[in-house]
């Protein structure tokens, strides 16, 4: 059993940055592959980011490549979305997400193929 707890967000102009931080329960979290979705007002919830158990593979959807950067620190247990050059559109409550395998190859923007979630943070970029 994993628990999440999401933590970074805020109001941002845009323009700005904000990083997101995800501290998980447990002892094997190198276990565990990691992602982050976010969910607007009115809108399914979508993929952003992920990175394999090791860190060594990370994906992210089309609309934050560049802009945004997942890492992770397994000392820490803790995984993160550095979030550059925010838009309106990046407002959304963001998800942080564990799959229980460390597999560097997974459907990644299947929200079926992690197994936890955390509640949300709320991120909000005005113009």
């Known amino acids: 059993q994993v628990q999440l707890v999401e933590c970074g967000g805020g109001l941002v102009q845009a323009g700005g940055s904000l990083r997101l931080s995800c501290a998980a329960s447990?002892?094997?979290?190198?276990?565990?592959?990691m992602g982050w979705f976010r969910q607007a007002p009115g809108k399914e919830r979508m993929f952003v980011a992920a990175?394999?158990?090791?860190?060594?593979?990370?994906y992210y959807a089309d609309s934050v490549k560049v802009r945004f950067t997942i890492s992770r620190d397994n000392a820490k247990n803790t995984v993160y979305l550095q979030m550059n050059s925010l838009k309106p559109e990046d407002t959304a409550v963001y998800y942080c997400?564990?799959?229980?395998?460390?597999?560097?190859?997974?459907?990644?923007?299947?929200?079926?193929?992690?197994?936890?979630w955390g509640r949300g943070t709320q991120v909000t970029v005005s113009s």
């Open positions: 997400t564990a799959r229980g395998s460390a597999s560097d190859y997974w459907d990644y923007e299947f929200q079926g193929s992690y197994g936890y």
């Open positions: 990175i394999s158990g090791s860190g060594s593979r990370t």
């Open positions: 447990g002892r094997t979290f190198s276990s565990y592959a």
